[in-house]
């Protein structure tokens, strides 16, 4: 079965300092990845994802994020972190089978604190 | 372009009564999906449509269901409400394009939130 873990419910980190969120995933068959931020009370938009070209991805915001099969692994990172990035980061899968392709499968989330 | 349309924002309703949610997704998207967001249990699938057929199920007992009209609008109802119902319910379009119905980019809604009492 396929899941995704997101390691940390919380993150905490300076203004200008490095933020990385950490996703791992497991799926028996070649997935397309997510990542996706949530501000309060607002729904999901999406960062960045992973189709299977690039293993590096660039999203909005100055985020981005390498997908490494080895490693069942796509974190998101951003060199320098701003206090506009404090939100929710959830990291998600969705599958290329058959009838798949419709459902994400979420991790738990990250919430990320920027401190001044 | 008009992004995912979700009404009402907001809902509250009584234990035992039944709730509709509606969402409008964006022109052009014929996949519509449905999630059920709770702080402990996170993100949760309900079910996916595509032109009109439900074409993905997620684990959740028979009082919710779903339907999409042939403009791609879509509805989600629940029956006999719980108070473990209260939760955000986040609708999502996609192009949802081919037979495995790749979703390469969802657009979600603001949401809707239930509060059940």
């Known amino acids: 079965a396929q899941s995704v873990t997101q390691l940390g419910s919380h993150v905490s980190v300076s203004e200008g300092a490095l933020v990385l969120l950490r996703c791992n995933y497991s799926s028996s068959v070649p997935p397309y990845l997510f990542w996706y931020v949530q501000y309060p009370n607002q729904g999901l938009q999406l960062l960045l994802k992973y189709t299977s070209a690039a293993t590096l991805v660039k999203g909005i915001n100055g985020f981005e994020a390498e997908f490494k099969k080895s490693e069942t692994s796509f974190h998101l990172t951003k060199p320098s972190a701003h206090m506009s990035d404090a939100a929710e980061y959830f990291c998600a899968v969705s599958l290329m089978i058959y009838n798949q392709g419709g459902k994400l499968i979420f991790g738990q989330g990250t919430e990320l604190s920027v401190k001044p | 372009k008009a992004g995912v349309t979700q009404t009402p924002r907001y809902l509250i309703k009584t234990r035992g009564q039944q709730v509709t949610l509606s969402c409008s997704p964006i022109s052009g998207h014929r996949s519509v999906s449905w999630y059920q967001q709770t702080p402990g249990q996170g993100l949760q699938f309900l079910f996916e449509?595509?032109?009109?057929?439900?074409?993905n199920k997620g684990n959740f007992p028979g009082r919710f269901s779903g339907r999409q009209f042939s403009n791609s609008r879509s509805e989600m109802n629940v029956s006999t409400l719980e108070l473990g119902d209260s939760a955000l319910y986040l609708c999502a379009s996609s192009l949802g394009q081919g037979f495995r119905g790749v979703n390469t980019e969802a657009f979600f809604g603001q949401g809707t939130r239930l509060t059940v009492v």
């Open positions: 449509y595509f032109s009109e057929t439900q074409r």
